[in-house]
Each structure stands twice: as C-alpha cells, then as structure tokens.
C-alpha cells in the first residue's frame, strides 16, 4: 500500500515537472545558477527520453548511461579524527558516474574530467549512444547532456526525470561509485 502511494506521488510530480516543463525556453549557453529548477522540454542536438525509453535503451546494452548528480564535498576544516561519510548514490545499474561535471561553468581540471570519463565510458566510440541523467528537475544533466554535444559527441540522450524517474516505476538502482578525479 505504501509503495503504490509512493510510486502514485512521485509519478505525479514527474507529470507536473513535465507539464512545466513545457513553459521553460532552451538558454542559449549553460544554466550557471538555480540547477534544482524545472528545465526546459527540449535540448538542441539531443534526443530527449523519459523513463519507458530509458529502460528500453538500458536493457538493450546499446548505450553508456551517464550520471552527474554532485557530490557533496568533505566539509573542511573536520575535527581531526572525525568521521567523514560520503551521503551514498544509487544510480541506474552500469552507469559511470561522473559528479559535478553539470555546473555551468567547469574549471579545467574539471572540464578534463568530463571529457576522459566520457572517452573511457565509451571505450573512444564517439558515435556511441550517451543517456544523461540526474534527478527530476536538474539542470545538471541538461547541461552535461549539452557539453557532450559540444565536445563531439553526435548520439545524446537527456534523460530528464533520472533516478526519480527510474524509482518512480521500481527500476532497479544500484550503489555508486563516482570515477575517481586526478589526485583522488
């Protein structure tokens, strides 16, 4: 019973997300600020899927499934001896997760780390099919879906409604492990 209301409410907020969707307008650049907002229904250049798409895709194995979701940084200036706990992520299964590569502007290191973890998730195909995804209402993913285009990358896919979407239906989710950064 709790999970029915539970897949019942986060399918209405994908709905509403969706229908408000609608109303928002492609930025000519990268959105630099507000990323938990709602996002347009377009990406010029990117085919844009939902959720029975996505899994379609998944399960076929003809596609590298990209997430960006950040991930919070260790505070600075901890107490010596104290425990830090990353907060965990749970991603669609085999994905590469390559967090804070959906920001607006990059530093370059950053930018670097984008552009490798690409490469290696798809093994230097190019043409490869690239599914892009955060959460619901995340600008992150429009972004990085948005500079895959541009560094060349001719076969994207935004996934707008991301794991919110995916859990939505009860698609599996798996533990994540971000690709590491140089120096980590």
């Given at each position: 019973m709790i999970r029915a209301a539970v897949c019942f409410a986060l399918a209405a907020i994908s709905l509403a997300a969706q229908a408000g969707a609608a109303e928002i307008s492609e930025?000519?650049?990268?959105?630099?600020?507000?990323?938990?907002?709602?996002?347009?229904?377009?990406?010029?250049?990117?085919?844009?899927?939902?959720?029975?798409?996505?899994?379609?895709?998944?399960?076929?194995?003809?596609?590298?499934?990209?997430?960006?979701?950040?991930?919070?940084?260790?505070?600075?200036?901890?107490?010596?001896?104290?425990?830090?706990?990353?907060?965990?992520?749970?991603?669609?299964?085999?994905?590469?997760?390559?967090?804070?590569?959906?920001?607006?502007?990059?530093?370059?290191?950053m930018a670097d780390y984008f552009a490798t973890g690409l490469e290696k998730a798809t093994r230097g195909d190019r043409a490869k099919l690239l599914v892009v995804y955060c959460i619901a209402d995340c600008w992150m993913s429009w972004n990085a879906a948005k500079r895959a285009l541009a560094l060349g990358y001719p076969n994207v896919a935004w996934y707008p409604e991301g794991t919110d979407g995916w859990l939505g239906v009860l698609l599996p989710l798996k533990d994540a492990t971000p690709e590491p950064r140089p120096g980590d």
């Open positions: 930025p000519e650049g990268y959105r630099l600020e507000d990323y938990r907002a709602p996002t347009p229904a377009t990406l010029r250049g990117a085919k844009v899927i939902h959720t029975a798409e996505a899994e379609r895709i998944w399960r076929s194995r003809k596609a590298t499934f990209v997430d960006v979701m950040p991930r919070p940084p260790r505070p600075r200036n901890l107490p010596e001896g104290t425990v830090w706990r990353d907060k965990p992520r749970s991603n669609i299964p085999d994905s590469i997760w390559l967090p804070d590569t959906g920001y607006g502007e990059l530093a370059p290191s």
